[in-house]
T-cell receptor
Framework: QKEVEQDPGPLSVPEGAIVSLNCTYSNSAFQYFMWYRQYSRKGPELLMYTYSSGNKEDGRFTAQVDKSSKYISLFIRDSQPSDSATYLCAMSKGGGGADGLTFGKGTHLIIQP | DAGVIQSPRHEVTEMGQEVTLRCKPISGHDYLFWYRQTMMRGLELLIYFNNNVPIDDSGMPEDRFSAKMPNASFSTLKIQPSEPRDSAVYFC???????????FGPGTRLLVL
């Protein structure tokens, strides 16, 4: 079993829809949870960051962590064509810079105009 | 700041040749990470440095891979000899302190024929 599982997609939705992206993980030592967005032929960029369980909202984006289920989610409201990208979940045991990150393989998201 | 700089952006080489990838982290960042991304395996951490010292190289695939960081503004990842299975996108990332925010470079696309 891989440490982090993520459906590769592609996930195609119409503009304006609510998007739900998810990851499951197996290592209960993970404490920090992140979502990165990667446009085609670019490096990943940090989108959202949460520590332990709970929700965090930033504009149209909401990150949710359920440590009891080892499940994290990213919700995108009012999705836009510019949101089309690959979304990678990432997690670490310590602070992100201390021990590197374990990534999911990424979900390819397509927002249809 | 120009962000993390990687060179070359593309590299095509023949099996058995030596390949050297270069990275300049963001000024002031004290952590530097090397990742490899493939369709099959996703984004994998190869090695990371703190204050120019290698901390964890457990992700380096085998002895053909080596990484150095001679000073705070420069790092190299070397593959010798290269093999077709090394074909991937190699990313360098840097961060400041124990931080969840890793800033990625644009990557080097390596093709080994």
């Amino acid at each position: 079993q891989k440490e982090v599982e993520q459906d590769p997609g592609p996930l195609s939705v119409p503009e304006g829809a609510i998007v739900s992206l998810n990851c499951t993980y197996s290592n209960s030592a993970f404490q920090y949870f992140m979502w990165y967005r990667q446009y085609s032929r670019k490096g990943p960029e940090l989108l959202m960051y949460t520590y332990s369980s709970g929700n965090k909202e930033d504009g149209r984006f909401t990150a949710q962590v359920d440590k009891s289920s080892k499940y994290i989610s990213l919700f995108i409201r009012d999705s836009q064509p510019s949101d089309s990208a690959t979304y990678l979940c990432a997690m670490s045991k310590g602070g992100g810079g201390a021990d590197g990150l374990t990534f999911g393989k990424g979900t390819h998201l397509i927002i249809q105009p | 700041d120009a962000g993390v700089i990687q060179s070359p952006r593309h590299e095509v080489t023949e099996m058995g040749q030596e390949v050297t990838l270069r990275c300049k982290p963001i000024s002031g960042h004290d952590y530097l990470f090397w990742y490899r991304q493939t369709m099959m395996r996703g984004l994998e951490l190869l090695i990371y440095f703190n204050n120019n010292v290698p901390i964890d190289d457990s992700g380096m695939p085998e002895d053909r891979f080596s990484a150095k960081m001679p000073n705070a503004s420069f790092s190299t990842l070397k593959i010798q000899p290269s093999e077709p299975r090394d074909s991937a996108v190699y990313f360098c990332a840097s961060s400041f302190g124990v931080s969840e925010t890793q800033y990625f470079g644009p990557g080097t696309r390596l093709l080994v024929l």
